[in-house]
């Protein structure tokens, strides 16, 4: 068996994840590399959520009764949990939405209705990248197109990252929101957050950073990144689909408008207007997801019982040791960075002339997960000539023997296709 300095305990860990146990295709031990679409969830989790279902089940916040009490008390805890996390310097900053992407539109949307200095106009500029997920995309278009804004981006290198050349003529005095992603889902990049930061700073325009491929992988600390918002999800950090968090700065939150409106969110309501409740419940509308909550709060417990450094030391083993045994396949091309520095723990690469969907389903009959296509990020495949990519993506259960498996895998796949 590989041994990698920095590798966590993972055969205990992997006990407490049931589906790691499982066979595929009758015979096959299921090697899970899918990990940045989502991960798996231990039984912590699992527990945490059966048991909110079976003894505490009722809607939060108004009720009197003991069971809204008590759900309350459950859901409120999974913010402070939440803010804790993330280092945020007040829980009312923390509000829960469904996904990162639901963080990312509600963020376009206030800044789309927002009134000065705030608000996004056909005089101002929006600045993305062109390595965004689709959730960091479409949001900034539609708000291009509804405020005559102008959308820019910055472009990639040839080895996967950001090109930040002309930073002063992307980022000007005209632009109101810089929002890009930390660690990128396709190229495993990550992101120069204090240059952009500063020259953000610099013109006065507000930042916004994804961190769904930070958050479950390494320390992830508001405060210390000076964004004025974070965005990043539940489900791939051990925790249930169905819950997000947007973090954004106390003050913005007290003066941009909501983008849904509905029950909770208000003070008062009348015929005629309605005045809204303090953040963060002013941005969550209706009844909110509070066993996907209370399941978040579970994973947060339990990647703090590990430690969010240990993870990361881990994961960087893997990639580097993942980097190396990829690296001499024949015909195998890495896109994104091909060193294990500055790099998340996925890794995008095409196979000679082989289509990914190919690839990905002769791996699938050997029982290894891993994702094929766009990955939401079809910019990134335009820009570097390719129709779609395989990504192998690790976690805290991951195992170098796993990545021994995924390189034997290809080897089959290459000799499948002649």
């Not at 003991?66 to 945020?88: H, Q, S, W």
């Not at 927002?114 to 929006?126: L, M, S």
């Not at 950090?237 to 849904?260: A, H, K, N, S, Y």
Request: hydrophobic share 40%; aromatic share 6%; proline share 5%.
């Amino acid at each position: 068996m590989t041994q990698l300095p920095g590798l966590l305990d993972t055969e205990a860990i992997r006990k407490d994840f049931p589906i790691l146990d499982r066979l595929v295709h009758e015979d096959r031990k299921l090697v899970y590399l899918d990990n940045a679409a989502t991960s798996q969830k231990p039984r912590q989790v699992l527990d945490a959520l059966s048991e909110y279902y079976e003894r505490y089940n009722a809607n939060v916040h108004r009720g009197v009764h003991v069971l809204a009490e008590e759900a309350t008390a459950l859901y409120e805890g999974a913010r402070d949990k939440v803010a804790e996390f993330i280092n945020a310097p007040s829980r009312d900053e923390v509000i829960f939405t469904k996904n990162a992407s639901e963080s990312l539109n509600l963020v376009a949307n206030m800044l789309g209705w927002a009134d000065e200095p705030y608000r996004v106009d056909a005089e101002t500029e929006i600045v993305i990248t062109e390595m965004e997920h689709h959730s960091n995309i479409v949001p900034w278009q539609l708000l291009s197109q509804r405020t005559g804004a102008k959308l820019k981006w910055f472009g990639l290198t040839d080895d996967g990252r950001l090109d930040l050349s002309n930073i002063d003529q992307i980022i000007t005095e005209k632009t109101k929101i810089v929002s890009f992603v930390l660690v990128s889902n396709i190229l495993g990049t990550l992101n120069p957050v204090e240059a952009i930061v500063r020259r953000a700073q610099e013109v006065g325009a507000l930042v916004c950073v994804d961190a769904s491929q930070a958050a479950p992988h390494m320390p992830l600390d508001v405060q210390a990144l000076q964004a004025d918002f974070v965005a990043f999800t539940g489900h791939k950090m051990c925790g249930p689909t169905g819950i997000g968090v947007l973090w954004g700065r106390q003050e913005l939150l007290e003066d941009l408008p909501p983008f849904l409106g509905g029950g909770e969110m208000i003070e008062t309501v009348s015929m005629h207007s309605s005045t809204y409740a303090p953040a963060p419940h002013k941005f969550e509308a209706g009844t909110p997801p509070i066993a996907q909550a209370v399941g978040l709060g579970a994973a947060i417990d339990y990647l703090d019982s590990i430690g969010m450094d240990k993870i990361l030391a881990h994961e960087h083993a893997l990639t580097e040791y993942a980097v190396q045994r990829l690296s001499a396949v024949p015909d195998l091309r890495i896109i994104g960075p091909e060193t294990a520095e500055d790099r998340g723990a996925a890794i995008s690469f095409t196979l000679g002339d082989i289509h990914p969907h190919d690839v990905g389903q002769v791996l699938d009959e050997q029982g290894i997960a891993v994702r094929v296509g766009h990955h939401c990020a079809r910019p990134v495949c335009l820009r570097y000539g390719i129709p779609a990519t395989t990504r192998a993506s690790f976690y805290l259960y991951s195992t170098p023997a796993e990545i021994d498996a995924l390189v034997d895998g290809l080897e089959h796949v290459r000799n499948f296709f002649g």
